[in-house]
């Protein structure tokens, strides 16, 4: 086994690699092969962080490390960093080869001057490098309310003391969201990798319908493409066919679903009248993919 920088003539064996590690793992399909494809030419990316895990001289594993910073309280910028796709042949995994490339990832980043990570993950495999739970340490995850406990939002000082008593919230760089960002750009990518099936599956991130918020759990709540593939984006009441169902707005939007508070309210632990459902949309839609500015 040997760990070593990743080089350019590795570029596109490490992308289908990252393919193969992630497909249907966090979402129906993948990004993270494009983020990587992308990435090496962000101002973020960090080539001195960047390696390759050979077995017999073949490429088995892959894990990259990005600067990133978190906005402290008085609205000033800390700087951090983060890492991944961390990635793992799937015919490798669970034998101890990931926890091996990740180990020496920190260590040599350590050796940089490296002193905080953020990052998101299985805090029951990250744990065992050292990684907990990042609101232990009084910062906040930029996505999720000020004082949840977020359990896959991790984070770990490698300089002891670099953190200190420090409070904020962490952004991943924009970098992380290319596929959001260019659609087209990355399915004309994709397009150059074999043909897999893309499905919802248990243990996936929650996935929501980027229209109107609903949970997606099954491809049948999904609808569909012009050519009548699956899309996974939007669901059957909001897209069909290649095209939307309703032209309206958000505000639209957020009426329409407001009627269904009560249906909503059978899963809340606290109810909430009409007003207060739409005022909880009106922060969580335009971080939809339809209405994202």
């Known amino acids: 086994m040997n760990i070593r920088l990743e080089k350019p003539q590795d570029w596109r064996e490490v992308e289908n690699l990252t393919r193969e590690a992630f497909w249907n793992v966090y979402r129906p399909g993948c990004l993270e092969h494009y983020v990587l494809h992308c990435f090496r030419g962000d101002p973020d990316f960090i080539p001195e962080l960047d390696f390759v895990m050979e077995e017999d001289g073949r490429i088995i594993g892959h894990v990259m490390f990005s600067k990133a910073e978190i906005v402290l309280d008085d609205d000033s910028r800390f700087p951090s960093w983060t890492f991944g796709p961390i990635s793992i042949d799937p015919a490798y995994k ?18 940089m001057g490296v002193g905080l990570l953020c990052m998101e ?17 009084k910062i906040h995850y930029h996505s999720e309310p000020r004082e949840a406990a977020v359990p896959y939002f991790l984070a770990q000082e490698l300089i002891p003391g670099y953190w200190g008593k420090r409070e904020g919230t962490y952004c991943p760089p924009k970098g992380y969201f290319v ?3 260019d659609p ?11 043909v897999k099936e893309k499905t919802l599956q248990p243990g996936q991130l929650p996935q929501f319908c980027q229209s109107c918020g609903m949970p997606l759990t099954r491809n049948e709540d999904c609808g569909t493409n012009a050519d009548g593939r699956i899309n996974f984006d939007y669901c059957q009441f909001c897209y069909a066919g290649g095209k939307f169902l309703q032209d309206v707005t958000m505000e639209g939007m957020i009426d329409h679903c ?6 909503v309210n059978k899963h809340m632990p606290k109810p909430m009248t009409q007003e207060e459902y739409k005022q909880m ?3 969580f839609f335009p971080m939809l993919k339809r209405w994202r500015q």
Not at 124 to 136: E, H, N, Q, R, V
Not at 184 to 194: K, R
């Open 179 to 181: 596929a959001d960002a």
């Open 184 to 194: 087209s750009g990355f399915e004309a990518y994709d397009a150059g990798f074999p």
């Open 94 to 111: 669970r034998k101890g080869y990931g926890l091996q490339l990740l180990k020496y990832a920190l260590e040599k980043a350590r050796e």
């Open 281 to 283: 949309m009106r922060g």
């Open 121 to 137: 993950g299985n805090i029951d495999f990250y744990k065992l490098a050292g990684f907990d739970l990042a609101s232990k340490m």
């Open 258 to 263: 407001a009627q269904f508070v009560d249906e």
